[in-house]
Nanobody, 124 residues
Framework: QVHLVESGGGLVQAGGSLRLSCAASGRTFSSYAMGWFRQAPGKEREFVAGISWSGGSTYYSDSVKGRFTISRDNAKNTAYLQMNSLKPEDTAVYYC?????????????????WGQGTQVTVSS
C-alpha cells in the first residue's frame, strides 16, 4: 500500500515555473514506477510524465516535452514535476500515481495508487 500526497500547486503567470512534489508513504517507494497526470474541467485525464522505479527512464507527453521534467528521490520517498514555461493550457488539477508493476506509461488504468491532486492555475 502506498499513500500519495501532492503539493506545490498554485497560481502562476504564463511563462512562470512551479515544482510539484508527490510524497509517498511506505518503505517500498523505490520499487514503484511513478506518473503525473492532469485533468482540466470538462476534459479527460491526461498523461503528463512518467518515471521508472530507478529514475533511469522518463517519458513525457508531447504537450509538455521540453518544458516539464519528472524526477524522483527514493531516499526521500518523493517524486517531482518541475514545470517551466507554463502556459494557460497547463491549467488543471495535477495528480501523481504509482504503479507496483513497473509501468510508467500513459495508460492511467495501469496505475495502482493515486494522490488527491493539486491545483495548478496559469494566468495569461
Amino acid at each position: 500500500q502506498v499513500h500519495l500526497v501532492e503539493s506545490g500547486g498554485g497560481l502562476v503567470q504564463a511563462g512562470g515555473s512551479l515544482r510539484l512534489s508527490c510524497a509517498a508513504s511506505g518503505r517500498t517507494f523505490s520499487s514503484y514506477a511513478m506518473g503525473w497526470f492532469r485533468q482540466a474541467p470538462g476534459k479527460e485525464r491526461e498523461f503528463v510524465a512518467g518515471i521508472s522505479w530507478s529514475g533511469g527512464s522518463t517519458y513525457y507527453s508531447d504537450s509538455v516535452k521540453g518544458r516539464f521534467t519528472i524526477s524522483r528521490d527514493n531516499a526521500k520517498n518523493t517524486a517531482y514535476l518541475q514545470m517551466n514555461s507554463l502556459k494557460p493550457e497547463d491549467t488543471a488539477v495535477y495528480y501523481c500515481a504509482a504503479d507496483k508493476d513497473y509501468y510508467s506509461g500513459p495508460d492511467y488504468y495501469m496505475y495502482d495508487y493515486w494522490g488527491q491532486g493539486t491545483q495548478v492555475t496559469v494566468s495569461s
